[in-house]
């Protein structure tokens, strides 16, 4: 739909300057897109503030999401706490689990972690192998230097000297950066010993590798007794909730739980802007399916799309090549385990081109084996190309009964579904009864140790059983002691059961997306700059998620016009079309300008001839073209392309060209 | 708007059943609106997880807010950390003051807030004295009693017992009680002494109150050094980033800024179910303006409403009779500070009405002097009425110039408004210059802060040092010290000043939502059972926040009219309606009961009319009533009751009834 509305490819220049980090983060604190949290305090790392435009995206993208999932497919729409009692963390396994390795210089005690530390010293020591051999060889160093040197800036400067390495430690070090994600903390501090890495900051020696839990800590209520954590993911919320959500969905599955919230992450020590931060937006969802049948009702609207796959296989042979196949056949092939995995992958890549990600710089990484939680049975991350690299930015991942189990375990709740079958289940099978008024009275306190003992028995016991007691007594043995029993206390039948109803426990895929990411990454694949003027950013943004629609902007302060500004917005605001008005001091092309950098879409100049003759011009923030109309013309063709019915060669067909922008635009 | 769509008092028989509050508590866990946290781990304590229904019913609430406020009003929406680092709440004075006092059990160590628990024992005294009277005057207690167990629940049932206390007795714990909030530490602890106050649950002795700090604490990366508190209100976020805001703004005032997001306060021990929670949602708006002029341009479009106004002068005449004028007069009477906080309280009145509070049950209670922060100059509160009496849900403060002053001093930036002044401000002044380099070499360690005395002298103070200069020297004393100055030191000269810009930090006028209090407070209101049969609620919500606008129901299961469900939720959906299907097994009259109870207004039945004739019927929730017509004259309808075009009389007016409902609606 988005991609209708988006400029054609041959009207933007996208092109013209490569890409500058720098200028990007320039623009976003300078139109207050988001900023470092408490700035005038000095900042802390990991914790950023949207402004006006970024919260506006944000909820733009958020919407768009609710839209594209909740409502399209009735998920049940889930709002838990972030503050979690540490007992559910603790059944999850992020109590003990959730952590990374993070090492200290021994004397200025800077903390890293551990393993981007080794990986930032290995790549400096590559990166200078690489110049000294350039330079034995007479070359200029002709790598890709730019997206090198800002990846090793977030890496805290470990910097490169031009020294050789010899061939087998060149090859070696890649070995090692290819598994880097596989080390635990004891071989990450074995690494550090053997190759002699140091804090990249001092050069210091660094201490063994520990662990850190990623969990931010805190205690509910005033007596300390009852630990809570900040949630670092907000899965947990709908499993804990799971029975009452099966009950309000009439008691079947498969269904969906979303929900959109913050989730915190205690990281040891970010610095990659928006991509590595202590306190995040998720949306996720969880679906809950029969494990017998993963099959999807929609799966033929998505099996058409054809995908960028980057199966586990083809890693484990070493290649990064992609494979572009379409759904129905990564599913029909096994490569995908099942069809709603395979759904839910063409909604994500739908959702991603409909903000505005360029779908050339996304792809589908399989997760490999000893990459996988171990209870995945297959996972899927939607990874999208960055200054930063590939950044995984949404995680589809098949959780099988995991979590569910886990929960029922802990609290003896009955987590599971109960499915009336169409034809009932007739079977025979050894049942035994326990005589509690005998039993009691005669093993006292062994007496319930000992049934359970009994109802826990497998079918070969129990008919070994029936043939003991038959003759005389059997044997039951609770852990260290065993008991005689007779017919008096216990008997066994072979008897006919017939079972009308499955259990079972549902497994769960989960698509879970990090908003922020996402966000980072449209900023990044939306900005340019005019090949005029490499200074004038601008960011391509669909109308779908630009913070503000259209400007308004009044061509002087001339009081006749104001009425008319407001007047134009108070009409946009009734269509639900986000306005702004410009009428600052600015000359006119400034503040086209300023709003390029904002991403907004259309801009409508109010001028004279809109007092005389009522008419308004529209511009095309990509192209700069300018069309004019009456207010009710525009304000049609404006709903048209917020609304992805009309794009802008559309819109020109229906609106003329306006003469005499040039002045205008370079004001 | 949405009281156009409000059902006719007539048609409801509201009243017919005395609200119960358990009934309606019932409702939400089975209809899943809300639900204790983590409750399969036995839950805790003021913290509560929102269901689809409570999740939807909040998210349409939210939306409407921020259409109603941010869209409206163009205000600058924000999204800052939930973590903050402890200086900025240091600054604001959280870290010191936001606490509240707590006592503890002697024997079993449980924790009461001092307050509550001499509120409710004393309460509960008075009871038992009124209990007391009335059987020795052979009289039935006739006191309200239903809603005052119930409060008494919530502080942990100090039970009363039948004893009848001295008349002076009575109307001294009558005065304590109307002044509860206003006692401190020391105080609360007086009182538990000279009235023997004890642990409610176990009649055991308390400690002396101690201060608890209501934040919830961690630390913020690994070092333990980077201390934060999860925010307890959203509005530092603001402050903080107020400089960005006023450059997005273009550096005029007035502006606002709002966020809505998650704040936390760790309660000693809540007991009210929402009104008193450990997290919760806010949406908080800072109105910045001008100190000199609170005027408000939108002013007029409020100022002939009348609102319920309870005035702190009312209040301190021990009076708490509401007087229902004008904003308009209010205002000019001087009543209600000044016109920007008249406006935002007829806001909040528009939008509560909009969401479907009953506005006999709200009014706005002036805050008294000693009740209200010291830096606030005026501050009000809206405040409904539910079964735990009067709930604070939304406070509207003038904080004037407090926060930024106290961000500024502790930052030294610069967090003021310039304004150009349309003619400059001419005036003569004393300006003293100090030499720096002969003051350094002279004074040494002195040097600076001698200066700074010096640039910070008054006129006369400086007038005086000119003549003194004149004469040979002056003295300049520095705290303990005094030094001697010569005119080689520094020079004093009375200036000729050009003032073109006025400095000012502009005040803050501050509406701050509880979105949850408000949500709970329209469920009571909203709550009523049919006088036909007690336990089948309805809640009486409008289609605005409804969580659902439509139920469809398929009569039967046959397999004809299952397409036809799904072609009318599609079409309701592309028209932005939610609607949910329940073809479940139960009796249509269950399903109807079941969508009463989560409020959804209108229901859509597909019988086998709709596969012969293509028509289907429309039912009212309130009414039970039906009417019928084509899927497109139908959907048109329902639309226009969605968008509050209509209500439900001009419904049928458009559609005929249908007969042959009662059937369905008992069957």
Chains 1, 2 share one sequence.
Not at 215 to 242: C, D, W
Not at 244 to 267: H, T
Not at 286 to 293: A, G, R, W, Y
Not at 591 to 619: H, M, Q, W
Request: hydrophobic share 35%; proline share 4%; net charge negative.
């Amino acid at each position: 739909m988005a991609s209708a509305v988006q400029p054609e490819q041959s009207m933007v220049k996208k092109d013209a300057h490569p890409f500058e980090r720098a200028q990007l983060e320039g623009l976003m604190t300078k139109r207050f897109f988001y900023t470092q949290a408490f700035e005038i305090y000095g900042g802390v790392a990991g914790l950023y503030d949207y402004g006006p435009s970024g919260a506006a995206l944000q909820a733009n993208i958020i919407s768009h999401w609710r839209n594209h999932f909740i409502i399209e497919e009735d998920m049940l729409e889930l709002d838990t706490t972030i503050m979690t009692l540490s007992d559910v963390l603790k059944t999850s396994g992020h109590v003990d689990k959730f952590a990374d390795w993070m090492v200290k210089d021994m004397k200025s005690g800077e903390i890293y972690r551990a393993d981007h530390m080794v990986e930032g010293v290995l790549e400096a020591r590559l990166k200078g192998d690489e110049e000294a051999r350039a330079k034995e060889a007479g070359q200029a160093v002709t790598t890709d230097a730019a997206p090198a040197a800002d990846e090793k800036k977030t890496k805290k400067k470990a910097k490169s000297v031009a020294v050789k390495l010899p061939d087998e430690q060149v090859a070696e070090f890649r070995r090692i950066l290819a598994q880097i994600d596989d080390f635990n903390g004891e071989q990450l501090g074995e690494l550090i010993k053997k190759y002699d890495i140091r804090a990249p900051a001092t050069g210091n020696e660094v201490s063994a590798p520990t662990e850190f839990n990623l969990m931010f800590e805190s205690y509910i209520g005033p007596t300390g007794q009852t630990k809570g954590y900040l949630r670092p993911e907000t899965a947990q919320g709908h499993f804990v909730n799971f029975e009452r959500l099966l009950d309000f969905n009439n008691g079947r599955v498969p269904f969906a739980s979303a929900q959109i919230g913050k989730s915190f992450r205690n990281e040891i020590s970010p610095r990659a802007g928006l991509l590595r931060v202590r306190e995040f937006t998720m949306a996720e969802i969880e679906h809950f399916v029969d494990p017998e049948n993963k099959s999807h009702p929609r799966f033929n609207e998505v099996a058409h799309l054809v995908l960028p796959f980057l199966s586990a296989a083809t890693q484990k042979a070493g290649d990064t090549t992609v494979k572009t196949v379409s759904i129905g056949e990564a599913v029909s092939t096994g490569m995908v385990n099942n069809e709603t995995l395979g759904y839910f992958l063409g909604r994500i890549y739908l959702f991603l081109e409909a903000i505005g990600i360029d779908t050339n710089r996304l792809r589908f990484r399989q997760h490999m084996e000893n990459e996988m939680a171990h209870y995945a049975c297959d996972c899927w991350d939607a990874e999208i190309h960055t200054s930063y690299g590939w950044i995984e930015c949404v995680g589809c991942a098949d959780r099988s009964a995991y979590d569910l189990t886990m929960h029922s375990n802990k609290t003896k709740r009955d987590l599971m579904v109960q499915e009336p079958l169409k034809e009932p289940k007739v079977y025979q099978k050894y049942v035994p009864t326990v005589n509690k008024k005998v039993l009691g009275p005669l093993f006292k306190k062994n007496a319930k140790l000992i049934e359970d003992t009994i109802m826990g028995l497998d079918q070969d016991t129990l008919k070994q059983m029936q043939a003991d007691l038959e003759s005389g007594s059997a044997k039951v043995t609770t852990g260290s002691e065993t008991f005689d029993v007779t017919k008096e206390h216990v008997t066994v039948e072979y008897k006919t059961i017939k079972e009308s109803v499955r259990n079972f426990t549902p497994n769960v895929i989960e698509p879970s997306f990090g908003i922020g990411r996402i966000f980072y990454a449209l900023l990044e694949h939306s900005f340019w700059a005019r090949e005029e003027d490499k200074e004038r950013g601008v960011l391509s943004l669909p109308p779908l998620v630009a913070p503000f629609k259209v400007l308004i902007v009044p061509i002087s302060s001339n009081e006749q016009l104001s009425p008319l500004a407001r007047q134009l917005s108070k009409k946009l605001r009734s269509l639900g079309i986000a306005s702004r008005i410009d009428d600052s001091s600015a000359t006119i092309g400034r503040r086209y300008a300023r709003n390029d950098e904002l991403g907004t879409p259309f801009a409508c100049t109010i001028d004279f001839a809109s007092v005389s003759k009522g008419t308004i011009t529209l511009r095309e923030r990509d192209t700069t073209t300018q069309r004019i109309g009456t207010v009710d013309e525009v304000v049609d063709v404006v709903k048209q392309l917020c609304d992805g019915r009309l794009d802008w060669k559309g819109a020109c067909q229906i609106l003329p060209a306006y003469t005499g922008t040039q002045d205008v635009e370079n004001a």
